[in-house]
């Protein structure tokens, strides 16, 4: 149960959430943060204590980048002792990534960082936006039998679920179910009351201090097959010059084109020094390069399994990886080992 002294941050990033119509054009644009508290006095009825921070410019969540995750990362930071708590307002586009890359970017973390959105506006009548920031809210002030929080890492509230954040994908452009975590339970199950599956939730270890890794380095790239995929278009992905990583978006349990082109392009790519990591096109399921010889070709080529990573775990976290200065070899090696809950190893 929250108790009154619960202190809960919000971070207004910008997003669907908090946009209204521009009347001259009739597109959606981000809007400020008053307007999107004054849409929601249900607010004022919470028990906990709630203050607020925004981008000076919210943005649509296409716009995201390293710069804004850093953004936020430090704002967690600096704020970090003061509160129980954080809810990021965020655009549902590329929630996944971010809520990927902060949970490799702040280490230690043992409070909640809670990350919502909606697809209507929160000015709409029908909107998710009211229901969707709320329950985030309570999920940040959620605490545990030992008094502890309830929620130890960075996950995604969205409709009816708690998602881990480095284990979801957007799914749906249309309904207000868009989040889904094929590849891991859902944290908790939002009903009449807000279910919390425990041994589901993440438990890292206490006693670490709490630590922001700033650095993500954007030399990385993906690369997604398909029936027919030239010599030429791959062989120039892997060249692209400065590039330290790929992950390879392969077919099924982690296949390839069965080709001595494909292979040779991915060993020489290898030997020069570029990491790639394999992940599935499916969003269940893990890579299991030996099952056929597609795959076995592949790992023989010398590529890493991303065992059942998401593409957004998988391309933020080779980003935090060699943004810690990790050489091709020791982030291979960690892209394959589970780090904040992202992999079944
Ligand atoms: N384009 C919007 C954004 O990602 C979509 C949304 O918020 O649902 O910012």
């Known amino acids: ?40 006095p249900k607010i004022k009825m919470l028990d906990f204590e709630i203050d607020n921070c925004q981008f000076d410019v919210p943005i649509d969540s296409a716009q995201m980048d390293p710069s804004h995750w850093r953004q936020i990362a430090k704002v967690i930071e600096d704020n970090y002792a003061g509160y129980d708590g954080f809810v990021i307002l965020h655009g549902t586009d590329t929630m996944a990534y971010t809520a990927s890359a902060l949970s490799f970017m702040l280490n230690n973390l043992t409070k909640p960082v809670i990350i919502t959105g909606s697809q209507l506006p929160i000015g709409e009548v029908r909107t998710d936006g009211e229901e969707n920031l709320i329950t985030a809210l309570q999920v940040a002030a959620a605490r545990d039998v030992d008094g502890g929080p309830m929620v130890r890492e960075v996950a995604i509230l ?31 199950h939002i009903g009449l009351a807000i279910n919390y599956n425990k041994e589901a939730l993440l438990r ?25 995929i030239q010599e030429s278009v791959v062989r120039a992905t892997l060249s692209i010059p400065g590039l330290k990583g790929v992950v390879l978006k392969s077919f099924g349990v982690g296949n390839g084109p069965n080709s001595p082109w494909f292979f040779n392009c991915i060993r020489d790519a290898v030997q020069n020094g570029l990491l790639i990591v394999n992940v599935s096109q499916c969003s269940n399921g893990m890579v299991s390069p030996m099952k056929y010889s597609a795959g076995v070709g592949l790992a023989n080529a010398g590529i890493i399994s991303g065992h059942d990573l998401t593409s957004e775990a998988a391309i933020t976290k080779m980003m935090y990886l060699f943004g810690m200065g990790a050489t091709q070899q020791l982030a291979g090696k960690y892209m394959e080992k589970n780090l904040h809950g992202e992999l079944t190893e």
Do not use: C, W
């Not at 971070?11 to 644009?29: F, H």
């Not at 881990?164 to 989040?179: H, I, L, P, V």
């Not at 700033?214 to 029936?227: E, I, R, S």
């Open 158 to 188: 969205f409709q009816d679920s708690l998602l881990r954040g480095n284990r979801s994908t957007k799914f749906s452009a249309d309904n207000f179910d868009a989040f889904q975590s094929s590849n891991y339970p859902v944290l908790a």
């Open 204 to 228: 890292p270890s206490q006693g670490k201090e709490f630590k922001a890794e700033y650095f993500m380095d954007t030399n990385v790239a993906f690369l997604d097959l398909f029936p027919g």
């Open 1 to 40: 149960m929250a108790s009154k002294q619960q202190k809960i941050l919000l971070i207004y990033t910008g997003g669907t959430i908090g946009m209204i119509e521009n009347p001259a054009t009739k597109a959606l644009e981000p809007f400020d943060f008053n307007h999107l508290l004054d849409n929601v």
